[in-house]
């Protein structure tokens, strides 16, 4: 039997990863990641190229976030310490679910992970000072592969929980709209984002 439940979120190929903890005197087990069931669920396998880290400040937001297609970078995000309002938001123009967002409240303890497929932005918003989130990645990142997507931007209608004005990094605070970044040709297809993962569908 699976440590894990492994759901679908209401963004096409993004994936809310619970836990099944096992507590004990000494304090908790669990598996938060398994390479069998992730595959069986999304279809492609998830294999580790990079790892990331950041940590934030309490307010602090950051994203939206993707990348080109190619290369295309797949995501396993995890809270390890505080708090975080996790936010997937489906950046693939022609998909069924374009535009819209799912949100993960992410709190260091409870093991729970989002998996992103490719072309699935992402963004979080930090509830509690240093909130460190840890981002397993499917490929190593490439200069000038990045799309950055305004996580303020109003059609999108994300209920960020703000404590006043957030702390955003000037690029970030300066990202184009989802709109504008379609216009300017700047996002994936979902056409894009199913090609390269056909090779494993073969």
Known sequence: M??????EMSVAGA???????????????????????????AGHPFEIRQVNYSVSRKNTLRGIHGTTIPPGQTKLV????????????????????FGRFDVT?????????????????????ALTDD???????????????????????PALGIPWELDGPPIMSDKDAAAPTLAEAAERGLLPTYEQARAARAPHLL
């Open 2 to 7: 699976s440590g894990i439940e492994i759901e």
């Open 105 to 125: 409240l992410q709190e260091a303890g409870s093991g729970i992970g989002v998996y992103l497929a490719d072309g699935i932005g992402h963004a979080f918003l």
């Open 131 to 153: 909130t460190c989130m840890n981002y397993l990645c499917g490929a190593e990142y490439v200069p000038g592969t990045m799309i950055d997507v305004q996580a303020l931007d």
């Open 15 to 41: 994936f809310r990863i619970r836990p099944t903890q096992i507590p004990d005197r000494r304090g908790r087990f669990y598996e938060s990641w398994r390479f069998s069931e992730l595959l069986q669920q």
């Open 78 to 97: 995890t809270c390890v310490r505080g708090a975080a309002l996790d936010v997937a938001v489906d950046l693939r123009v022609g998909s069924p679910t």
